[in-house]
């Protein structure tokens, strides 16, 4: 016996040219307060518009400086401002660079992330990442680094060296930005990520769950992204790693669900972005990564650490892709 299903197609909110339309919080709100699975088959609808339902990107992140950050984050163990144990390091060798891209890109990746403790870069920093994104562009992968923030030229001289992605999040809302961060403001972030735009360098920007923002707060977030002109290519959607030594160790851990709302929230707001699930993916079980990917995310970062914290390691990233028929992609 043959059953048709027939299902009511819903219009996507965001159409294929970007930004059509301005994304109120309070509509933001409204996506966040849908029923789970009206959220999730709309997020699902929006994301096979755009994506093979079925291909994650996989990057690679490295920590080409760390530690001894003068900024307050107040969720980061590489400022120098927390006692979290750990010790600030020189700038790695060109040599030690490349020997882990090329693992990463052994391993399957398709870009090569590298991050760097900094507030922002002098220029002779910057002529040393520069040197390493051109070395890591030669091997075929594509670029992406986050330095802090950019001085005018510094965006067009990494783009010059090969750079793809400039990852600079800004974290929360404007409203609860303050609570998290006093050394640098809303708008430095908005400067840094106009600059590198300006460049014709693509935007990596995203935030992250679980500072002790409201749902309201992540909508504000969620609208600042989605409101760009255009929306960042990848919007990194990170669930806060508690580091014992920074004061905020001891927040409670965000409900699994509103996690995926979240995830679900951007993909819809952002149809063409690659929606990545980043920080935190440790202490995600199976099930709630593979609700992720339902919700919209195709990409990840994949390997063994995350800058400073644990990250899956790759065989255990590998089943899990296999047992939900999942492939690598190189996204875009």
């Given at each position: 016996m043959h059953t048709e299903?027939?299902?009511?197609?819903?219009?996507?909110?965001?159409?294929?040219?970007?930004?059509?339309?301005?994304?109120?919080?309070?509509?933001?709100?409204?996506?966040?307060e849908l029923p789970f699975s009206d959220l999730i088959f709309r997020a699902q609808q929006t994301h096979r518009e755009h994506f093979d339902p079925n291909a994650v990107q996989l990057s690679t992140l490295l920590s080409i400086?760390?530690?001894?950050?003068?900024?307050?984050?107040?969720?980061?163990?590489?400022?120098?401002?927390?006692?979290?144990?750990?010790?600030?390091?020189?700038?790695l060798p060109l040599a030690e660079v490349l020997d882990a891209a090329q693992a990463a890109k052994a391993n399957g990746a398709t870009r090569f992330c590298m991050g760097a403790a900094w507030r922002s870069p002098k220029p002779h920093q910057v002529d040393a990442v520069a040197e390493m994104v051109s070395a890591v562009k030669d091997l075929g992968l594509e670029t992406c680094v986050t330095l802090g923030m950019l001085r005018d030229g510094q965006a067009q001289q990494?783009?010059?060296?090969?750079?793809?992605?400039?990852?600079?999040?800004?974290?929360?809302?404007?409203?609860?930005?303050?609570?998290?961060?006093?050394t640098r403001t809303y708008q430095d972030r908005l400067d840094t990520i106009a600059r590198v735009r300006d460049a014709g360098v693509k935007v990596c920007c995203g935030g992250i769950v679980g500072l002790g923002e409201s749902r309201r707060e992540r909508a504000g977030l969620i609208a600042q992204l989605a409101n760009m002109d255009p929306y960042p290519e990848s919007v990194p959607i990170n669930?806060?790693?508690?580091?014992?030594?920074?004061?905020?160790?001891?927040?409670?851990?965000?409900?699994?669900?509103?996690?995926?709302?979240?995830?679900?929230?951007?993909?819809?707001?952002?149809?063409?972005?690659?929606?990545?699930?980043?920080?935190?993916?440790?202490?995600?079980?199976?099930?709630?990564?593979?609700?992720?990917?339902?919700?919209?995310?195709?990409?990840?970062?994949?390997g063994d650490r995350l800058l400073t914290t644990d990250n899956p390691q790759s065989v255990a990233d590998r089943a899990l892709m296999g047992r939900l028929g999942l492939h690598a992609s190189s996204g875009h």
């Open positions: 299903i027939h299902t009511t197609k819903v219009t996507p909110a965001v159409t294929t040219r970007r930004n059509s339309a301005a994304w109120t919080v309070a509509g933001i709100v409204e996506l966040f400086k760390t530690g001894g950050c003068p900024e307050d984050c107040s969720y980061c163990p590489q400022s120098s401002r927390y006692d979290t144990g750990l010790e600030a390091e020189k700038l990494l783009r010059d060296a090969g750079l793809d992605y400039y990852n600079h999040n800004l974290d929360t809302s404007p409203e609860f930005y303050g609570q998290v961060i006093t669930n806060l790693v508690r580091v014992e030594g920074t004061p905020l160790a001891e927040n409670d851990a965000v409900d699994p669900f509103e996690f995926v709302r979240t995830i679900a929230v951007a993909r819809i707001t952002m149809p063409q972005a690659m929606v990545r699930l980043s920080a935190g993916r440790e202490t995600m079980d199976d099930a709630l990564q593979a609700l992720c990917f339902l919700a919209g995310a195709n990409s990840m970062f994949y």
